[in-house]
């Protein structure tokens, strides 16, 4: 068995908090974005919304989750020995490998099969978890208003 990803929240706290913490990179990794599109500052204003610094925003957080990759095998006796987690699995039951996910405060955990193509399961996963484990409480609260996240008044050219 593998791990892949520097990032296992062990409380929603710790999730929020580095969820939180990833509006800024989001929003740089947005704004040179635009720069490097040639973007002026009325194309900037006009699509810089708060949904594309926000998206960008899901997946800075979503691509740092460590992931376990492993055999059906692996993954099967991972989910004995934690009888107390509610596992999600997408894809067919009926292949060899399978990544998955946990948070260990949610007691849930996500996986996602795969035969052949590692990456295209890590992402998929990752999105899977993201979604299904982490949005939920992200956005019963907290985090940046709409402006602020889009970096109101911040356009494309200034420092």
């Known amino acids: 068995m593998e791990t892949e990803g520097s990032f296992a929240p062990e409380s929603e706290e710790e999730a929020r908090e580095a969820f939180e913490?990833?509006?800024p990179t989001a929003q740089q990794v947005v704004r040179e974005a635009a720069k490097a599109m040639s973007f002026d500052r009325e194309e900037y204003r006009e699509r810089v919304?708060?949904?594309?610094v926000e998206t960008a925003r899901n997946v800075l957080f979503a691509d740092r989750l460590r992931v376990r990759i492993g055999t059906r095998e692996e993954f099967e006796a991972w989910t004995d020995e934690h009888p107390e987690y509610e596992v999600t699995e997408?894809?067919?039951p009926n292949v060899d490998r399978v990544v998955w996910h946990a948070a260990?405060?949610?007691k849930e955990a996500v996986a996602a099969t795969y035969q052949n193509e590692r990456e295209a399961a890590?992402?998929?996963l990752r999105?899977?978890?993201?979604?299904?484990?982490y949005r939920p409480r992200f956005e019963d609260g907290g985090g940046e208003e709409d402006g602020e996240a889009a970096g109101e008044?911040?356009?494309?050219?200034?420092?």
């Open 127 to 133: 999105r899977q978890a993201f979604s299904r484990l």
């Open 49 to 52: 919304t708060g949904d594309v």
């Open 122 to 124: 890590v992402g998929t």
């Open 104 to 106: 260990p405060f949610a």
């Open 153 to 159: 008044g911040v356009e494309s050219g200034e420092e």
């Open 90 to 92: 997408v894809g067919s």
């Open 21 to 23: 913490s990833a509006g």
